[in-house]
């Protein structure tokens, strides 16, 4: 099957009730599980008002309370360079979190659908990294990340772990929709041009993992073994390749913009330096994961058209 423009169209049994746990639902990942899911259950997404995360304590009073027949956890400390001054709230939410929800749904006989990052790889080469390649990660954020993904790993509970590249969407904010605003207003802009991955929208992300899982009697559960999984999009390219090419697309939509698509220099990692290093070979084998669905992901590129066609129609 050729994943491209797709729903994934999915009804419950009658009487489905089972409670969906979805932490950071008003996120981008979040925010596309919940739209995917809301068919199959009761989906419980709290905002940070209503069960602060780093709060152990609170967090198993919640799942005590709602008893949840699937977590899925795309809640993460995101903020790459202010990890490095803050390593225990990276840390908290990263690695001790997932390890947390991994303990519930082992003990409770569960599935944990737990999502990670590239960041967790060296970075090093031009080899797109498989599943099982050596980690080395290059800063705080990767290594908590790292942590996590450990942490479910070893927990026994029944987990996939999605490990991603290059996240954006429609809505929140994202590359996508900073190339857009910065392009209204600049004629040129320096972007970095030595870093290369695969953007991949976050609601691929949630598509895919309702791919995963098939309803049996009053819970879901996964059809493909527990593991580690690479999901991003087809195709590789730089940031500042991304930032062309959604500039060309915007033109072709009619956005008016003060920039063009060959307005956008490239510029090194080097000459664009940040609090964390980031790594410069992003590239992700898909294969494991298309054999154990039947699936061919799409490209990155078209995956663009339909979240920039998304953007300018709702958002």
């Known amino acids: 099957m050729f994943l491209s423009v797709f729903s994934v169209s999915v009804r419950g049994k009658k009487g489905f009730t089972m409670n969906i746990f979805i932490t950071g639902g008003n996120g981008q990942v979040g925010f596309e599980l919940q739209r995917q899911f809301a068919p199959w259950g009761t989906i419980l997404a709290p905002t940070r008002q209503a069960l602060d995360l780093t709060n152990a304590q609170a967090v198993d009073d919640y799942l005590a309370q709602h008893q949840p027949g699937l977590i899925l956890n795309a809640a993460a400390y995101t903020a790459v360079?202010?990890?490095?001054?803050?390593?225990?709230q990276a840390k908290r939410l990263n690695a001790e979190l997932p390890a947390q929800l991994a303990a519930y749904a082992a003990k409770h006989g569960i599935a944990l659908v737990h999502y990670s990052?590239?960041?967790?790889?060296p970075g090093s080469g031009e080899t797109p990294w498989q599943e099982d390649s050596p980690t080395g990660p290059l800063s705080i954020y990767g290594q908590t990340k790292l942590e996590g993904d450990e942490a479910v790993t070893q927990s026994g509970a029944h987990h996939l772990i999605f490990r991603t590249s290059w996240v954006y969407a429609a809505r929140g904010n994202n590359f996508m929709k900073t190339m857009l605003r910065l392009g209204h207003k600049r004629e040129t802009l320096n972007i970095v041009n030595d870093q290369i991955g695969a953007p991949t929208p976050a609601r691929l992300i949630a598509q895919i993992t309702a791919l995963a899982f098939t309803p049996n009697a009053s819970r879901l559960t996964p059809h493909i073994p527990s593991g580690v999984?690479?999901?991003a999009t087809q195709g590789e390219t730089s940031w500042h390749?991304?930032?062309?090419?959604?500039?060309?697309?915007a033109v072709q939509r009619q956005v008016e913009l003060a920039i063009t698509p060959e307005n956008t220099q490239g510029i090194t990692t080097a000459q664009y330096p940040t609090p964390a290093k980031r790594p410069l070979n992003s590239r992700l084998a898909l294969s494991k994961l298309e054999r154990a669905l039947g699936i061919t992901l799409p490209t990155w590129q078209h995956q663009l058209a339909l979240t920039l066609q998304e953007h300018l129609e709702h958002y």
Not at 81 to 88: H, Q, T, V
Not at 117 to 121: A, C, F, L, P
């Open 117 to 121: 990052t590239d960041y967790v790889y």
């Open 241 to 249: 390749g991304l930032a062309s090419e959604i500039f060309k697309q």
């Open 81 to 88: 360079d202010k990890a490095e001054s803050e390593p225990e």
């Open 229 to 231: 999984y690479h999901l």
